[in-house]
């Protein structure tokens, strides 16, 4: 039996192979694109393309495709196969470094958001050298950045490798101003942890509302949820335990370093967390787990739901994003250093973090905004909508020293100049546990919790990328100009620690009072849905920040405010659309086939002694009738809501109808089907209850 050490990365074109099966000068001409992001020629495209293809035929490829992340959020692909046509009759396998850098696939089935005009359809791939290639199936999948024929970013790539860019050009200049002269990069880095639910295929299949929006959209408590506080890292079933070893050996297979895994709180949730790389990379990895996650369950007769909020009444599922900076050099920029010099390079960059929180907080919540997230966010169970941080009280009072000019009561009693010899030396903060913190800081890299599981981290990083970049600039600015480097340096983290105290909070981000102190003392804002944080992607000192450091343009940033919206709206609506269904097709008519076998029952019984009360079987008709008809009542309204959503003069209308009456009246036909449940025997309820899905595997 071969070992993971032997096949790991084994269906990954990874450096190991272009370093076996390349001439030594292609391979260091492209390591210095992947590593310096120095141009490709041609020549060298040729000779990696026709590498590539031996590798893949090798291993069974047929085809190649260039895969790519349009704003739909999941990936997609077109095969094409290697053959070509020899005059013998036969065919020969091709594929050319021209193929490999560019693609051409018609743009118009993906969402643009009204960037392309719909005559030319084109948009075109570009190869992007620093996601290795990989096969998946039959196919070589050649990781792409997917734009519309004039240039514009229409996938979530693009402005990912700009935000990086943005970062590595201005971290690099602090790092120059501290005195490194070798450094040639900063890269951010992710460790996406994955939450996910598995429940059987076979129950799945008997509900219309995960099979149309991967959540249950009706469904009263059961008996028992998450409040025994058994799951969470509860021993594994056998059946998970078999799914996860598969998973992993695919993952693995893939080069994606699947690390931990573990139940989660709820019942039937679980968790994937992988060894954190660059945020390119840990998206595109995070995608594919995403995806082999849904193919592996399905061979194990499960199925894995990835939305945020599969079940009401117990936990949700998110992703923690936990997000560093370090240098080629293998140096973490967030990771307090052994010298005071150090530290007081790392306090320049925490506060360039900090900074960026504040001044972002906007794009970082609408970052994670999306129809299935909003019921998340808030929900005692994730973070709340209002973004704020957690230091941990050694770096909190460390700051409040520096912001106060006083010493520092911390191990050692200092002044806290942040001259060159009279920073303290502090240790890691690795204790604190605060989880109910949006933004924490811990230890060496922060943890942004906010993020749905079943979106991509693309958008999330892009801001948080692009905000630490804007605060790196100006600091860079400031102090390249400064006559006195150290004094300089002082006065600007003193003044960011007091500028930006108000986004930092220790206390319990789910407290109520935490809310009302965030928003009318601190001026926090709080944007608790989708409809209410997305238009302000076009603020001005967003549309200012992202198209200065070129991550967007200002067209890119429209149509994706417009894309975001709208996937908003058609999530709601198919929701909306599949509750009228189960409520008019199963849902009441269960209840009316009930009533009417109780009616039955209690004329048998009356037939057979006039005197009998049959109070059980009245008092249930009784309310059973009462329901059916509100039901009706409410079904109907909720189909005028959807009707109406075509009066909307736009899209951030429609979005404000969504969120206002149709979601409204959801919850509302909700209620009262949960209710009509409780009083309808089991076997007359048209599909598995919650009892049965959270508890069924
Ligand atoms: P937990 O939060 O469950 O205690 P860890 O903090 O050890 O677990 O790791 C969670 C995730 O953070 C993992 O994906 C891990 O690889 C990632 N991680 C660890 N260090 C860093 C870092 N410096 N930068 C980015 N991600 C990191
Ligand atoms: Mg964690």
């Known amino acids: 039996m071969s070992t993971v050490k032997d096949y790991f990365g084994c269906m990954v074109f990874d450096d190991r192979q272009m370093k076996a099966s390349l001439p030594a000068k292609v391979y260091n001409s492209l390591k210095k694109t992947i590593d310096e992001g120095a141009e490709l020629d041609l020549r060298v495209a040729n000779a990696v393309a026709e590498a590539m293809k031996e590798w893949a035929l090798e291993k069974g490829a047929t085809h190649y495709t260039h895969w790519f992340q349009p704003l739909t959020g999941i990936t997609a692909e077109k095969h094409d196969s290697f053959i070509e046509a020899a005059p013998d009759g036969g065919v020969i396998m091709e594929f050319s470094g021209k193929e490999l850098i560019k693609g051409e696939p018609d743009a118009s089935s993906f969402p643009t958001g009204g960037i392309r005009a719909t005559f030319e359809a084109r948009g075109y791939t570009t190869w992007d050298p620093t996601s290795y290639a990989f096969i998946k199936g039959k196919t070589l999948c050649i990781p792409t950045a997917f734009c519309a024929y004039g240039g514009q970013a229409l996938d979530k790539k693009t402005p990912l490798l700009r935000s990086m860019e943005a970062l590595n050009k201005q971290a690099l200049r602090i790092l120059r101003l501290f005195g490194n002269t ?15 639910f598995l429940i059987t295929k076979e129950m799945y299949d008997k509900r219309l509302d995960l099979k149309m929006t991967g959540r249950t959209l009706f469904g009263s408590k059961p008996p028992k949820g998450q409040e025994m506080d058994d799951h969470y890292f509860g021993i594994i079933k056998p059946r998970v335990q078999a799914f996860m070893e598969d998973l992993n050996e695919e993952l693995w297979k893939l080069g994606i370093l699947a690390k931990a895994e ?77 010298t005071p010099y150090e530290n007081a390079q790392f306090l320049l960059f925490l506060c360039a973090v900090i900074k960026a929180v504040d001044d972002y907080q906007d794009l970082l919540r609408l970052s994670v905004a999306t129809a299935g997230n909003d019921h ?59 989880r ?262």
């Open 182 to 196: 070798t450094a040639k990069r900063v890269t951010s880095s992710v460790g996406p942890e994955q939450e996910y």
């Open 262 to 338: 573990h139940n989660e709180v709820a019942p039937s949730q679980h968790e994937l967390a992988p060894i954190y790389t660059t945020t390119n990379v840990g998206t595109d990895h995070n995608q594919l787990t995403m995806e082999i996650m849904q193919k592996t369950a399905i061979k194990h007769g499960l199925v894995c739901l990835l939305h945020e909020k599969p079940f009401a009444g117990v936990n949700g599922s998110g992703k923690h994003n936990n997000w560093s900076i370090g240098t080629d050099e293998g140096v973490n920029l967030l990771s307090p250093g052994e």
């Open 436 to 697: 109910t913190s949006p933004f924490a800081f811990t230890g060496n890299k922060f943890e942004f919790r906010m993020l749905g599981s079943s979106n991509s981290i693309a958008c999330a990083n892009i801001m948080l990328n692009a905000a630490v970049a804007e605060s790196l600039k100006i600091y860079a600015d400031r102090l390249e100009g400064a006559a006195d480097f150290e004094t300089a340096l002082h006065d600007m983290i003193k003044k960011t620690i007091k500028d930006h105290r108000r986004i930092i909070f220790n206390g319990n981000g789910y407290d109520d009072k935490w809310i009302e102190e965030a928003t009318k003392v601190r001026g926090l804002s709080n944007y608790r849905t989708t409809a209410d944080c997305m238009p302000h992607l076009l603020d001005e000192k967003n549309v200012k920040m992202l198209t200065g450091h070129k991550v967007f343009t200002l067209e890119e940033m429209k149509s994706r405010c417009e894309i975001m919206l709208e996937n908003y709206c058609k999530s709601v609506s198919i929701e909306a659309s599949t509750m009228v269904i189960m409520a008019k097709e199963q849902i009441i008519p269960a209840m009316a086939a009930y009533s009417k076998r109780l009616a039955e029952t209690a004329s048998a019984k009356l037939a057979i002694d006039s005197s009998i009360a049959c109070a059980y079987e009245k008092g249930i008709i009784k309310k059973l009738s009462g329901l059916c008809d509100e039901a009706m009542v409410k079904t109907d309204e909720l189909e005028q809501a959807i009707a109406e959503l075509d009066t909307a003069k736009d899209i951030v209308e429609e979005s404000v109808m969504i969120r206002d009456t149709v979601l409204v009246k959801m919850s509302e036909l909700r209620a009262l089907c949960d209710e009509g449940e409780k009083l309808t025997a089991k076997k007359y309820w048209p599909f598995p209850d919650y009892a049965d899905l959270l508890f069924g595997v």
């Open 376 to 434: 998340r966010l808030g929900a005692n169970e994730a973070p709340p909508a209002v973004i704020s941080m957690f230091l941990g009280e050694e770096l909190d009072a460390v700051l409040e020293a520096i912001e106060k000019d006083q010493p520092y009561a911390g191990t050692e009693k200092m002044q806290m100049k942040l001259g060159v010899d009279t920073l303290p030396k502090f240790n890691r903060d690795t204790t604190d546990r605060n």
